[in-house]
């Protein structure tokens, strides 16, 4: 009798944790991170669907300054105009969005196309989802179906329809009718 009370006594003190010592090893970051798997995002202005985001992952980190949203496993934003119509497209590896400031920050083999076949190449590109407006200081390449241009900086809208290189570099291919007449 005596040893199997003793051994409960031993058990139980054996088993006094440290709060201390709990305490020390929680990773407090994680407390404060929300995390999902395969999410779709809808973006809408004035009730019309703009934008729908697709990330593999996605981490909500609550506790940063400012707070943002990264998608470390890759991304796909696909944007539409007024009649649902698919005009372009964007993929990178890379995602941070900040909800404040409604800027989504994208790196790592960016890549945007249109819908009349031009494609944009960048390692990081600024989507301002207010503004419905791309940005980069960054080198880009634009491949049209006749031309490849290459520059630093870039300003474009969101359906990559109309952008502006802001320092070009290189040779451009240019029709002879579009040239002004003197």
């Known amino acids: 009798m005596f040893w199997i009370v003793g051994s ?10 440290d709060l201390k010592k709990i305490h020390q090893t929680i990773d407090r970051s994680m407390l404060n991170t929300e995390r999902a798997d395969s999410v779709t995002i809808i973006y809408s202005k004035e009730g019309v ?4 985001l697709f990330a593999k992952t996605f981490n909500h980190v609550q506790d940063a300054k400012p707070p943002y949203i990264e998608m470390k496993n890759g991304l796909r934003v696909l944007f539409y105009n007024d009649s649902m119509n698919l005009q372009s497209t964007l993929l990178a590896k890379y995602g941070r969005y900040f909800e404040q400031s409604g800027n989504v920050l994208v790196r790592d083999s960016v890549v945007v196309y249109n819908i ?3 494609q944009l190449n ?3 590109l600024i989507w ?3 503004l419905q407006k791309f940005y980069t200081d960054k080198f880009v390449k634009i491949t049209t179906p006749t031309q490849i241009i290459f520059g630093n900086g870039l300003e474009s809208n969101q359906n ?3 952008y502006t290189i802001l320092k070009v570099k290189g040779i451009i291919g240019v029709n002879k009718s579009a040239l002004p007449v003197q």
Do not use: M
């Not at 669907?49 to 729908?52: D, S, Y």
């Open 128 to 130: 301002n989802e207010k």
């Open 8 to 17: 409960i006594l031993l058990l139980y003190t054996s088993c006094k944790n």
């Open 122 to 124: 960048t390692e990081e």
């Open 116 to 118: 009349k076949k031009e």
């Open 49 to 52: 669907t703009k934008a729908q």
């Open 160 to 162: 990559f329809s109309d």
